[in-house]
């Protein structure tokens, strides 16, 4: 594992530790019946793939899952050989590689399915195959119209020996607000969806439903398999479900600098491009290397919050590609100092759900959009 040697301008420190233990909690959550699969796209929310879905395997994940067939295949190139589900597939992409690294391959329509019929006539394999239904989401899967279509031509194509139905699934809308009447209904349109599946001879192997919040609060959508992403991650899909304490989870990624300045300036003067922020009285200045470049949202400028010197300052003007500038208030630093943006919260830094208040965003994307120049230090390896 990457140990990355001190100091560094900036990093992102990932403990691996924590993200065991919240699949563990996870799974706790909801064995005995239904599986965990760790959603692992995007790079692990930008905690790294590879290291992220080891970590869950060793803790008891059986299924990883990722958006686009690429992530999947890297994930199999680096050895991990576990069961593998990937859902956004566009037309040209590499089906028979997928059939060769036996991954589960989702289809949502029509034109998936004639691939991945294709790319199995072409390799001799059989296809795993993960038949989408769009139960309400209006996104990816097949609508309720075309579905006894699709399901009939996948069984059809199932008898031939090139694809093997192996999951049957779906995914919510609105699972992060609790009673949401799209939940009841959403579920009520899979039960129907599967059933119909099933009576026409699909035999899956896991049906499945729940994302992260409804893994936290919706017991009745786990069937077999729940597929967590952010959760794992030690984050709550949303504060108006709870907060990751709330469910035995603990932030697995700490975002900190290195401050490469601290300065006098006098009163009046203009801080960062537009001079949205001027000082007010004479005081220190703060630069923290880390600027949009490297996922600080530009849009948090005058806002996102920074625990440095031993208290939670705040982002002084805009937020600029490499670096920004946090007031000290006449307090003195020495460079070098950390600068801390995130982390677990319980040293008194902010957590990514205060970015993402400042920003105006989800905490999802706070931690995804943490960018490739910044290092990923793992903790607890
Ligand atoms: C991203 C994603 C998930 C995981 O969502 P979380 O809310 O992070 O748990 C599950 N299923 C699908 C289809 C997804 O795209």
Avoid at 30 to 35: D, K, L, N, T
Avoid at 269 to 275: E, L, N, Q, R, T
Avoid at 349 to 367: G, M
Wanted: proline content about 7%; overall charge negative; glycine content about 12%.
């Amino acid at each position: 594992m990457s140990e990355t040697p001190q100091p560094l301008r900036a990093r992102a420190e990932i403990d691996l530790g924590a993200l065991r233990a919240n699949v563990r909690a996870l799974r706790a959550r909801v064995a005995p019946h239904a599986q965990v699969m760790a959603v692992v796209k995007a790079d692990a929310y930008g905690h790294g793939a590879v290291p992220c879905a080891r970590a869950a395997l060793e803790a008891g994940a059986t299924w990883l899952g990722t958006a686009t067939p690429h992530e999947a295949l890297a994930l199999r190139a680096a050895g991990i050989d576990a069961p593998l589900l990937c859902w956004l597939w566009t037309p040209g992409d590499p089906w028979r590689q997928g059939i060769e690294a036996g991954l589960d391959m989702s289809v949502s329509g029509r034109w998936a399915l004639d691939e991945v019929i294709g790319a199995a006539r072409e390799s001799g394999g059989t296809a795993r195959v993960q038949l989408k239904a769009d139960t309400g989401l209006g996104r990816n899967g097949c609508p309720p119209a075309d579905w006894p279509r699709l399901v009939g031509e996948a069984l059809k194509a199932q008898a031939d020996g090139l694809v093997r139905i192996t999951g049957i699934w779906s995914h919510l809308a609105c699972a992060d607000e609790p009673g949401h009447p799209s939940i009841a209904a959403q579920l009520e349109a899979f039960q129907e969806m599967l059933g119909h599946a099933e009576r026409a001879g699909a035999e899956p192997e896991v049906r499945h439903l729940a994302n992260s919040p409804a893994t936290l609060t919706l017991p009745e959508t786990y069937f077999d398999l729940v597929r967590t992403g952010v959760a794992m991650y030690g984050i709550s899909p949303s504060p108006e479900i709870g907060t990751p304490a709330d469910f035995g989870l603990r932030p697995v990624m700490r975002l900190s600098g290195s401050v490469a300045l601290v300065k006098r300036a006098p009163a009046g003067h203009g801080v960062s491009y537009g001079h949205h922020y001027v000082t007010s009285r004479d005081t220190t200045l703060a630069l923290v290397p880390l600027g949009y470049a490297d996922g600080v949202p530009r849009h948090a400028s005058g806002r996102g919050p920074v625990l440095v010197g031993g208290r939670v300052r705040t982002v002084a003007g805009r937020v600029a590609m490499d670096q920004f500038v946090v007031d000290l208030e006449g307090d003195e630093l020495e460079p070098g100092a950390e600068a801390v943006l995130f982390g677990p919260g319980d040293e008194g830094e902010p957590t990514a759900e205060d970015w993402a208040r400042a920003a105006d965003t989800i905490a999802y994307e706070i931690v995804t959009r943490v960018g490739s120049r910044v290092p990923r230090v793992y903790r607890n390896a």
